[in-house]
C-alpha cells in the first residue's frame, strides 16, 4: 500500500513540473489603449514617445509619465488614407535635442487622383509642430493607388535619412532606375542627395515591393528589413548599397547572382512589418496576418541561427522599436505595448508528450481514489472482526 502511495504521488510531482503553469505572467505590459491605428513610433532624449496615427493624420505624443497628450503635435492636411495610404512613418532627427526636427512619412492625392508619397519636416515648439516644410515627394505612375506605399522612415548611424517607397501596385518601376518607387532611398536631412550614394539619386537600394520596416545593427554596420511579399515569399533582406532585391522579376530565393536573395523566406506569406535590433546579430520583428512577435537570430555573417515566436497579439502588430531606456515596444491597431526581453523563449511543447502526462496523471488519481476505498474496506472489516461482543460491550459500559 505504501509503494502505490509513493508511485501515485511521483507520478503527480512529475506532472506538476513538466505541464506548464497557467499562472505565469505575462511578458507584455500595455502602454496606452484605445488608440487610433498607432503606426509608427519613436523616442526623443528626453523620453517622450512619438507616435502617428495612420487614418486620422495626428502626430500624437506620450509624455514620460505615460501620459497621452490631448492635444496632437501637428495634424498632417490634405491626408489620404484609403488603403494601406495615411500618415505612415516617423523620424525624429539624430541632433533632435538642438534642433527640434521632427519628420513624417504621409499620402496625400492630388487633383487627378495620383497617390503621392511626401516626406515634411516639422519644428518641436515644446510639444506642438512648427514650420513645416516639404522635403521629399514621390507620385504614384497610375492614379487611384491605394496599395504599397511603404512609408517606413528612420535615420541610420551615418546621419542620413532612410525610406522605404513602394511601388505603388505597378511592379516594373521596382525595376526602372529613374524611379524612386520600390525602392530603399538614402537622404541628406533637407532631402538632398549624398555623395556617395550609389547611382547618383536618391536610390540606396532597388527591387523592392513593398516594405514597411527596418533597422540598423550597429555591431556590423547591418541594415535589415521586411518586405511583404504577394501570396508567397515574404522576406527578411539584408540591404546592402546598391543591391538589387528582384522584384518583380522574382520573388523569394532566386537563384540569379543578379539579385540578392532574402536571408528568411516566409511561406505562407505573414506580411512582416517592424522589425528592431535587440542585441547584436538578434532581431525582433512583427506579423500583421498573424499577430506573432518573432525572436530572429543570425551569424556575424548572416546566416539564420534560429526563428521563433515569442508572443502573439490580437488584431496583429505593425510597429517594433527598441527605445534608448532598453524596452522593445510595439504596436496593435488600437495599442501600444512593451515586451520584457528578458522572458526566456519557450522550447516548442510536445503535445504528445504532454497528453501522455495528462493520461498518467488521471491514473494516479484514479489509483489514489482506489487505494483509499481498498483501505478503508479492510480496516473496517479487519476492526469489526475484533470487536467485543453486544454483551461484553454491555457490561462494560455498565461498569
Keep these: 500500500m505504501k509503494a502505490i502511495f509513493i508511485l501515485c504521488a511521483v507520478v503527480l510531482i512529475s506532472g506538476s513540473a513538466i505541464l506548464p503553469s497557467v499562472h505565469t505572467l505575462s511578458p507584455v505590459t500595455p502602454v496606452l489603449t484605445g488608440l487610433n491605428f498607432p503606426v509608427s513610433l519613436k523616442f526623443s532624449p528626453d523620453g517622450r514617445i512619438f507616435f502617428n496615427e495612420k487614418n486620422t493624420g495626428n502626430i500624437r505624443i506620450i509624455l514620460q509619465n505615460g501620459t497621452l497628450l490631448p492635444t496632437p503635435f501637428a495634424t498632417v492636411s ?21 534642433n527640434g526636427y521632427v519628420y513624417v512619412y504621409f499620402n496625400y492625392r492630388d487633383s487627378r487622383s495620383y497617390t503621392h508619397g511626401d516626406i515634411r519636416r516639422y519644428t518641436a515648439t ?3 509642430a512648427t514650420n513645416p516644410l516639404d522635403i521629399f515627394d514621390v507620385t504614384s ?4 493607388s491605394i496599395y504599397h506605399n511603404g512609408g517606413y522612415i528612420k535615420f541610420g548611424p551615418d546621419g542620413m535619412l532612410y525610406a522605404q517607397v513602394g511601388e505603388f501596385h505597378r511592379d516594373q518601376r521596382a525595376q526602372n532606375m529613374s524611379s524612386t518607387d520600390g525602392k530603399m532611398l538614402r537622404m541628406s536631412p533637407d532631402g538632398s542627395v549624398p555623395s556617395d550614394n550609389p547611382f547618383g539619386n536618391l536610390v540606396y537600394a532597388w527591387g523592392i515591393r513593398n516594405a514597411f520596416g527596418f533597422d540598423f545593427d550597429l555591431s556590423n554596420n547591418r541594415l535589415i528589413a521586411t518586405e511583404a511579399g504577394p501570396t508567397t515569399h515574404d522576406e527578411i533582406n539584408i540591404i546592402v548599397k546598391g543591391g538589387n532585391y528582384g522584384w518583380p522579376t522574382c520573388s523569394g530565393i532566386c537563384h540569379d547572382p543578379s539579385y540578392i536573395d532574402p536571408i528568411v523566406d516566409l511561406n505562407p506569406v505573414v506580411t512582416p512589418t517592424g522589425i528592431a535590433t535587440v542585441a547584436p546579430n538578434t532581431y525582433y520583428f512583427g506579423e500583421w496576418n498573424t ?18 515566436q515569442v508572443y502573439n497579439q490580437n488584431g496583429g502588430i505593425i510597429a517594433v522599436e527598441m527605445a534608448p531606456n532598453g524596452k ?11 515586451y520584457d526581453l528578458t522572458t526566456p523563449t519557450p522550447p516548442p511543447m510536445n503535445v504528445a508528450i504532454i497528453t501522455l502526462e495528462v493520461l498518467a496523471i488521471i491514473a494516479a488519481i484514479g489509483a489514489l481514489v482506489i487505494a483509499a476505498l481498498y483501505y478503508a474496506l479492510h480496516f473496517r472489516s479487519s476492526r469489526s472482526s475484533t470487536l467485543p461482543s453486544q454483551s461484553l460491550r454491555h457490561a462494560l459500559l455498565d461498569e
Design 328 to 338: 522593445l515596444y510595439y504596436s496593435s491597431p488600437d495599442a501600444i505595448y512593451t
Design 141 to 144: 505612375s497610375a492614379p487611384d
Design 78 to 98: 490634405p491626408i489620404f488614407n484609403g488603403g494601406e495610404a495615411g500618415l505612415l512613418g516617423i523620424a525624429l532627427d539624430p541632433s533632435f535635442a538642438s
Design 291 to 308: 499577430g506573432d512577435l518573432m525572436r530572429l537570430e543570425l551569424t556575424q555573417n548572416g546566416s539564420v541561427i534560429s526563428m521563433n
Design 126 to 128: 515644446g510639444n506642438l
